[in-house]
Structure formats: C-alpha cells, structure tokens
C-alpha cells in the first residue's frame, strides 16, 4: 500500500511540475522581448534565472499552503463522516497524523515543485540570444 501511495504522489509531482513547465514556457515566450531588452541593457543570466523563477515559486508556497490547508480540512471531515459510514468509533490520535514540521515540509514542496518546472525555461531565457530575441516584434 505505501508503494502505491508513494508512485501515485510521485506521478502527481510530475504532473504537477510538467504543468508548471507548460505555463512557464508561455510566460518566456510572451516577454521573448522584454528579457532580450533587459540582457541588452546589461541583465545577466543569472538575473533572467531569477526573474522567471521569483514569480513561480511564490505561486508555487501559496499553493502548497493552500493545499495543505485544504488538505487537512477535508482530511478531519471525511475520516470521522468514512468511519461513521460504518459505524466505527475512531479514537483522537487517528485523525491527528499530521505535525508541524510535515505540514510545512509539504507546504514548501510546493514551491519546490514550481521551481523545478520553471527551471528548463528559466535556462532557455537567460541562454537566448538576444539580438534574435529583439528583432521578434
């Protein structure tokens, strides 16, 4: 059961990060000009890197802190109406599985997911030549 649990968590990680790419790829493509004016005015790579990445990890913690809280919301909601579905008595500790350190562990991962997604494009845009991405418009 805890490898399925885990290969199906990994697969929603991938998803997840693939469409953070997808998003991210349109993002870079859309301000192709924008980032080729700001290297030419003396932006560095490493600059363009954090520029694409800075937006998306901030959607990426507000995520995670959204879905975590969602996440334990509907976790103390739906096991005690499961186990009252059949008319089960569930002790206090059962519902209460989760700690403070994972839950901002998970939270965080969010924005790690987000990061590792914008990461190829984010490499993509800082690399363009920028005299070819001047001349697009």
């Not at 879905?67 to 500790?93: C, D, F, N, Q």
Request: glycine share 8%; with cysteine.
């Amino acid at each position: 059961m805890i490898a399925l649990i885990s290969t199906l968590t990994v697969l929603l990680a991938l998803i997840a990060g693939l469409g953070v790419l997808n998003t991210v790829v349109l993002y870079t493509r859309d301000r192709v000009h924008d980032l080729g004016a700001f290297k030419a005015v003396g932006m560095t790579p490493r600059q363009v890197i954090t520029l694409v990445l800075c937006p998306v990890a901030g959607i990426g913690l507000i995520g995670g802190l959204i879905a975590v809280l969602a996440g334990v919301t509907l976790h103390h909601y739906i096991l005690p109406a499961m186990a009252s579905g059949v008319r089960l008595v569930l002790p206090s500790s059962v519902p209460d599985v989760y700690r403070a350190p994972e839950l901002v562990a998970l939270a965080l991962a969010g924005m790690i997911i987000a990061i590792a997604g914008a990461m190829a494009p984010a490499t993509w845009a800082a690399t363009a030549r920028t005299v070819s991405a001047l001349h697009t418009e």
